[in-house]
């Protein structure tokens, strides 16, 4: 298939968003009742469960590709994670953004009251928890859902409608995390998390539609922004629970992504179906 031919949808965008959902949230039930001692269930099958409602969104998105376009729409979708052809400027603001936001803000939050300014992760295993949060700390688990899902939602809406659209579905998709004691979520406030969220959404939408929808950017993306996370001590697990950090990382991802909605060429551009009309207004 090319990557510029139209694509028939055949699925309801709902029907995406609710198996994403219900698979994610049905597996992660477990481990908050666990967490809370309502349920008995070993830290091992925690873990399992927490990963394996991770996997909600990529089940649900071939799931509908196949229900779309048979095995020649799931073989295109999945091949779209091979497309290393990346802008250069793209590859470095995926890789390298996020990193930079976080390493701004602690070195901000060092300077007024808070941790030392240290890396967490010493730099010969940088490349390594790098590669393992690629497969498997998120960034495969849902960016070939959230690709299905940017390329539903674009179809009546703006880019960047759909972009701030689908970065509050997929903060509100996370929520149950928010309920297990101990858990990353459960140190952050939401609002900020949303924050968040929306604004990686719209800088990883761009990445994504700039390199002819291309999920390996959309992944790289992804991965530098939970790699930040785990490079410096953005988020306070203390008692005392120091949100300062989190808050201004979100803050500064949300700053780069409005300059990015701003001037990015895709985010000026018509919907693709104001621009299919007027396309066919044009013959």
């Known amino acids: 298939m090319n990557a510029n031919a139209p694509v028939v949808f055949r699925t309801p965008v709902w029907l995406y968003f609710t198996v994403a959902f219900a698979i994610s949230w049905m597996v992660w039930l477990l481990p ?9 269930l070993s830290p091992g099958l925690q873990l399992v469960c927490l990963l394996g409602g991770s996997f909600g969104p990529f089940i649900g998105a071939f799931f509908c590709v196949y229900r779309d376009g048979g095995w020649a729409a799931v073989r295109e979708f999945a091949g779209r994670s091979l497309r290393y052809r990346i802008s250069p400027v793209h590859v470095l603001c995926a ?59 674009q179809q009546r809406r703006s880019l960047l409608r759909a972009a701030v659209l689908l970065g509050i579905i997929w903060g509100c998709w996370h929520l149950p995390l928010f ?9 952050m406030p939401f609002w900020a998390f949303l924050i968040f969220t929306i604004a990686l959404r719209v800088l990883i939408v761009w990445v994504y539609e700039s390199n002819r929808k291309s999920i390996l950017a959309a992944l790289l993306f992804h991965t530098a922004g ?20 989190f808050i201004g990382f979100a803050l500064l991802m949300l700053a780069a992504a409005l300059v990015v909605a701003l001037c990015a060429r895709c985010y000026r551009s018509a919907p693709a179906s104001q621009a299919a009309l007027e396309g066919g207004i044009n013959r």
Not at 99 to 126: C, D, E, K, N, Y
Request: no cysteine; hydrophobic share 55%; aromatic share 14%.
């Open 226 to 245: 939970n790699f930040s996370l785990n490079l410096y001590q953005v988020i306070d697990r203390s008692p005392q629970r120091d949100e300062r950090g």
């Open 179 to 187: 309920f297990v004691i101990g858990l990353t979520q459960s140190f």
């Open 32 to 40: 908050v009742l666990a967490s809370r001692d309502l349920l008995k």
């Open 95 to 153: 890789v390298l953004l996020a990193p930079l936001a976080a390493s701004v803000t602690m070195w901000w939050l060092a300077r007024h009251g808070g941790p030392a300014f240290a890396l967490l992760v010493p730099l010969s295993q940088i490349p390594l928890v790098f590669v393992e949060l690629f497969f498997i700390g998120g960034s495969v688990n849902e960016e070939f859902g959230w690709a299905y899902a940017i390329d539903r939602l």
